[in-house]
């Protein structure tokens, strides 16, 4: 792994692949995310993603932009997120000369012409109202809502609120756009075969050396990221009813720790004992031996201000409280399951198998190029401190392969604590708000 800081503050991080594929991936970060965002600009980190694919003073336009990728087969997309803003590129080695000078004239000079502008704004609303159809995107907003409530986190990066008749104003976007899209705020990750020398002289000779003016209205260190979230000392409950929405939604979640915090690691090695493999607690009990749930999931989120523990599931309105007259239904099965942990723990048996899953999937990882590129350019446009960046092929050994009973048991304890749990549940025909409350003791 090698980095490089050029004189305009632009980081550079680079790797070769762990396959010995032709292929190259270059992701570039941008320091802006919905988090910098606050009444009158929401939406706008997202938005100006967008504009971003709709062309500069080099390229006329989307199609021609778009033209680029397509002749030689490339994969070009870009997302938004809470913390930042990436663009990926994935092609045959001999375009990533052509893809890094690309990015830079989009991260530079993109033009936002007025009639483009008008025209996206209606993309991305209907985006936004996809989204906002899906069970899960709701309920990922209504969770995070309550989970970082206080903070910078708990607004969704998009949602139709955000799109009124006079929401993102042209003057404000471009301002927003030339005050963070600077160089001192990029980082660009590049894996490729090819030297990391070469990778250099690409990117010296891109759009990405030039320098912006200081912007006199909207300046990135005036912005104050609210890190703090409210402080709760009871379970927090919550019942959403959505008209349509056959199935009735459950997520149980806890506050963890930040991303930088590597506590982290054994959460998310607990998160596939719970519900990351075939054979997981959750599948085992909801489905296998209740047949109530399809599929659930236990994820683990985290950000630079704290992070999240999540079960998820989804069953049948009828199987919620209760399986038929005297069996229980999916949450108070999930109560126990918690209980159970907080009083047992985890086993050896389980502590094995999942180290045996979590080498091999990560073994499987390595073919993907995309991993690496992600991985490296994540932790520096979080951190900006490459030499503490732990190689994504070493994260097993050096993390994962340490973990012991003893260490899943003590962040069980200390996390799935009664007091700081969050309770969510969505549909159409939900419990009522005392049923869950009763369940939940």
């Not at 692949?17 to 991936?25: E, G, M, Q, R, W």
């Not at 007259?325 to 502590?351: F, H, Y």
């Not at 190689?391 to 996390?415: A, D």
């Amino acid at each position: 792994m090698h980095t490089h800081k050029y004189k305009n503050g632009l980081q550079l991080i680079y790797e070769k692949p762990n396959n010995k594929l032709p292929i190259s991936v270059v992701y570039c970060f941008v320091d802006l995310g919905s988090i910098y965002e606050d009444d009158g600009i929401r939406g706008s980190s997202h938005f100006i993603e967008h504009m971003c694919f709709k062309g500069t003073r080099k390229i006329a336009s989307s199609k021609v932009l778009s033209g680029k990728f397509d002749e030689v087969g490339a994969f070009f997309n870009a997302f938004t997120t809470k913390e930042y803003t990436c663009y990926t590129v994935k092609c045959q080695q001999y375009f990533v000369e052509n893809c890094i000078h690309i990015l830079g004239d989009m991260m530079m000079n993109s033009i936002f012409q007025k009639s483009e502008f008008q025209k996206e704004k209606k993309v991305v609303m209907e985006e936004t109202i996809k989204n906002e159809d899906s069970p899960d995107d709701r309920m990922n907003k209504e969770m995070e809502s309550m989970l970082y409530a206080g903070s910078s986190f708990a607004a969704p990066i998009d949602t139709i609120a955000y799109h009124t008749h006079n929401a993102l104003p042209y003057e404000k976007i471009i301002e927003i756009y030339k005050a963070f899209y600077r160089p001192s705020r990029f980082v660009l990750s590049v894996v490729s075969q090819l030297p990391f020398d070469q990778i250099c002289r690409f990117v010296s000779k891109s759009d990405f050396m030039k320098s912006r003016p200081q912007s006199q209205v909207y300046d990135p260190l005036k912005f104050h990221v609210k890190m703090l979230v409210n402080e709760i000392h009871e379970p927090q409950y919550k019942i959403v009813k959505r008209k349509g929405v056959s199935a009735t939604y459950i997520y149980v979640g806890f506050r963890t720790c930040p991303s930088d915090n590597n506590e982290k690691y054994v959460l998310e090695f607990l998160s596939n004992i719970l519900g990351g493999i075939m054979s997981s607690r959750l599948f085992i009990l909801l489905r296998d031996k209740n047949g109530l749930t399809y599929s659930s999931y236990a994820n683990t989120t985290h950000y630079k201000n704290g992070g999240d523990f999540s079960i998820y599931t989804m069953a049948n309105p009828d199987k919620i409280i209760r399986n038929g007259p005297s069996k229980p239904g999916v949450l108070p099965l999930l109560m126990q399951l918690l209980k159970d942990l907080v009083d047992k723990g985890i086993t050896p048996g389980e502590l094995k198998k999942i180290k045996g899953n979590m080498y091999g999937t990560g073994i499987l990882d390595l073919e993907n190029a995309s991993n690496q590129a992600s991985h490296n350019g994540v932790n520096l446009i979080l951190f900006r401190k490459p030499d503490e960046i732990v190689p994504y092929k070493n994260l097993y050994s050096k993390f994962f392969s340490k973990i012991t009973v003893k260490m899943v048991n003590y962040i069980i304890r200390k996390y799935f604590l009664k007091e700081k749990m969050f309770v969510l549940l969505m549909g159409e025909h939900p419990p009522s708000l005392e049923e869950v409350k009763e369940c939940c003791k």
